[in-house]
């Protein structure tokens, strides 16, 4: 294992932890977290991790944390200002150059997997051209629209968080045991936004879901039957939007599965070790 970091343009420094591939490299892969967490549930120091499993089926894994999370910092939520147009333009294009420069290889030829925040984070990147990958794994992406007509619950939560960033400067998911990591205020205000009106938008008003359809990356989805943050109905609204929509695959017992996965156990049950190794797969061209 090996730690490093990656600059990005306004000059923030991005935390990078690398398993190399044991035995022959049959790529690179990117791995990328959902929001109030940072990196490390990917495994990066378990011997029976995720990103071992990765690594001893040929993939070189580097696992980012964004901005403001794990170790990839600063800046901190609720004394520095960042969005999610920042992990879009600034921390996603830094992140996979330093990954190039790490493995050896030429830009364009590192993988990303996107967990919900990461998916979304990559799927606008892609939508705007301001990356290139060879392939994509998208992880219960999904995106929370229920605009004024939507159901209830999720519009109370949406309010709640947007309340909660606007008094305290952050949303304070530690105290709230939530998750590991806050989210900063201007964050928060864009992610309220998007539920409050049914429009996912950049600050400057790009449509990301108008952009999907020129995603055109080689893409393996899955969900967990179990997620209630991120259901499987949830993450086909994203899926069918590009081209060719891949089949969603569904982590659950209904699937055969050890279990019904909910949102982070899709990263660290180790009885779904032969879901990873699917995953694998299809990063190293295997399926």
């Not at 306004?10 to 044991?22: E, Q, Y």
């Not at 910092?73 to 190039?100: I, N």
Request: aromatic content about 6%; some cysteine; overall charge positive.
């Amino acid at each position: 294992m090996e730690r490093t970091g990656a600059i990005c343009a306004d000059g923030v420094r991005l935390a990078l932890t690398r398993v190399p591939a044991r035995g022959q490299r049959r790529a690179v892969l990117l791995c990328t977290h959902a929001m109030m967490t940072s990196g490390r549930y990917f495994g990066a120091e378990r011997p029976d991790g995720f990103a071992a499993i990765l690594a001893g089926a040929g993939i070189d894994v580097i696992v980012l944390d964004w901005r403001g999370h794990g170790a990839s910092r600063p800046p901190e939520p609720g004394q520095d200002r960042w969005s999610f147009d920042d992990y879009v333009e600034l921390d996603l294009p830094a992140a996979l150059a330093a990954a190039a420069r790490l493995a050896g290889v030429a830009a364009g030829e590192v993988a990303v997997l996107g967990h919900s925040l990461g998916g979304l984070v990559t799927l606008a990147a892609l939508g705007a051209g301001a990356v290139r990958i060879p392939r994509l794994v998208l992880a219960a992406t999904s995106l929370w629209l229920p605009g004024p007509r939507g159901p209830w619950q999720r519009r109370a939560t949406m309010r709640a968080a947007g309340v909660a960033g606007r008094l305290l400067g952050r949303a304070p998911i530690r105290i709230l045991r939530l998750g590991s990591d806050d989210e900063p205020a201007d964050y928060v205000a864009q992610l309220t936004s998007w539920a409050r009106t049914g429009r996912w938008t950049s600050r400057n008003g790009v449509d990301h879901l108008a952009a999907l359809p020129q995603v055109t990356v080689p893409t393996w989805a899955f969900s967990g039957a179990g997620d209630r943050l991120c259901t499987p109905a949830d993450a086909s609204v994203v899926l069918a939007r590009l081209p060719g929509a891949p089949p969603l695959r569904v982590v659950g017992r209904a699937s055969g599965d050890a279990l019904d996965a909910d949102h982070v156990q899709l990263f660290t049950d180790a009885r779904l070790a032969p879901v990873w190794r699917e995953l694998a797969a299809f990063v190293t061209g295997a399926s």
